[in-house]
């Protein structure tokens, strides 16, 4: 069990931008107008809606990255969302963690996404409540990660390795930044508490066997390298891109 040091939490949160555009996490109501929350995302499709990026926002961001990313396939797409999306989640949650030793409710309710935006995700809190730092893992992957690849699978032939494969790289993505934050800062303390929480967090079940322990490479795929010029990740699984089936024999590791 981490235990962290409370302080008070920014109502605004303007010291996460300073880690990086990933950690941004912008408070109110955006200029543009309320935007669907994640627990609409997370929803059944409305019928009847004459806006998509309401009715249905997780089709809307898929079929926006497909077009972005000119991809063949529609599991690519739903990927590169899925782990894009991962990836502000833990910034957000693991950064306040660290930096001020509490986390913001991010209650899927709360939070609010565009779904037209570009990258990284624009996310916006409604309203700033503490909870604390220890609840990080619990928060971000029980009250985004499930819902979401849920969403996304029931949508999408997608497997759920893959989504928790996203997931972990995600979360050790964010780890590293922040590590690169704390040495350039002279704050080693912020990079200690993210790595301890970290640690608990890929403990889970759902996150155990997502990276190597050793190296924390991914042991799934993301499936990047399959778009045109895509290549690997830097924590891919694969030494080099697989070939096209059925001209040499590939270990599947696409789950």
């Known amino acids: 069990m981490v235990l962290l040091l409370f302080v008070d939490l920014d109502p605004q949160l303007t010291a996460l931008g300073r880690l990086g555009g990933f950690f941004v996490l912008r408070t109110g109501v955006p200029p543009r107008g309320p935007l669907p929350t994640l627990a609409q995302a997370y929803a059944k499709p409305l019928?009847?809606?004459?806006?998509?990026?309401?009715?249905?926002p997780i089709t809307f961001r898929i079929r926006k990255v497909t077009e972005s990313?000119?991809?063949?396939?529609?599991?690519?797409?739903?990927?590169?969302a899925h782990q894009a999306l991962a990836a502000r989640l833990w910034s957000v949650a693991l950064g306040a963690a660290a930096l001020y030793g509490l986390l913001p409710d991010l209650d899927p309710h709360l939070l609010h996404w565009d779904p037209d935006a570009g990258a990284p995700d624009d996310l916006w809190l409604s309203e700033v409540r503490p909870l604390p730092a220890e609840s990080v893992g619990e928060v971000v992957r029980a009250g985004h990660l499930e819902p979401l690849a849920a969403a996304l699978r029931s949508r999408h032939r997608i497997s759920?390795?893959?989504?928790?494969?996203?997931?972990?790289s995600a979360l050790a993505g964010t780890v590293r930044q922040l590590d690169r934050w704390a040495l350039t800062n002279g704050r080693t303390e912020v990079a200690d508490r993210a790595r301890a929480l970290a640690a608990e967090i890929l403990a889970h079940p759902d996150l155990s066997g997502t990276l190597d322990p050793a190296t924390l490479r991914r042991r799934s795929c993301c499936l990047y390298y399959r778009l045109p010029g895509g290549g690997?990740?830097?924590?891919?699984?694969?030494?080099?891109?697989?070939?096209?089936?059925?001209?040499?024999?590939?270990?599947?590791r696409d789950h």
Not at 160 to 168: C, H, Q, S, V
Request: hydrophobic content about 35%; charged content about 20%.
């Open 47 to 56: 019928l009847g809606s004459r806006e998509e990026v309401y009715a249905d």
């Open 232 to 252: 690997l990740c830097g924590d891919c699984c694969f030494d080099r891109p697989p070939r096209p089936t059925g001209t040499a024999t590939e270990p599947n």
């Open 69 to 80: 990313l000119h991809a063949h396939e529609p599991r690519i797409a739903v990927s590169v």
């Open 160 to 168: 759920a390795g893959l989504l928790w494969g996203n997931a972990g």
